[in-house]
Nanobody, 116 residues
């Protein structure tokens, strides 16, 4: 059974940075997409950043473009999210996502709280 294990969340002040990591505990075969989503209280889950296999570009939500950066290590089935200049509105549970030919997989979520 595939499991995605996330780490790196926490409590930070506005303007600070965090780096999230997500690794598949079992073999996700040749993932075609890796990404990060988030869900704030009372809101729907939204895409934050995503990267398609083989693509040289990534997709970002307008609210994080220029502040967040997604990177991947396919050999290690790991996806990262570097979050800079964090704002209170970035507070949410962040979920990693991977997709391969057999399905979609989600992490358990990691809390990111940005507060003074």
């Amino acid at each position: 059974q595939v499991q995605l294990v996330e780490s790196g969340g926490g409590l930070v002040q506005p303007g600070e940075s965090l780096r999230l990591s997500c690794t598949a505990s079992a073999s996700v075969f040749n993932p075609t997409a890796m990404g990060w989503y988030r869900q704030a209280p009372g809101k729907q889950r939204e895409m934050v950043a995503a990267r398609a296999s083989g693509a040289n570009t990534s997709r970002y939500a307008d609210s994080v473009r220029g502040r967040f950066n997604i990177s991947t290590n396919k050999l290690r089935n790991t996806v990262y999210l570097q979050m800079n200049s964090l704002r209170p509105e970035d507070t949410a549970v962040y979920y990693c996502h991977m997709r391969d030919a057999w399905g979609d997989y989600w992490g358990q979520g990691t809390q990111v709280t940005v507060s003074a």
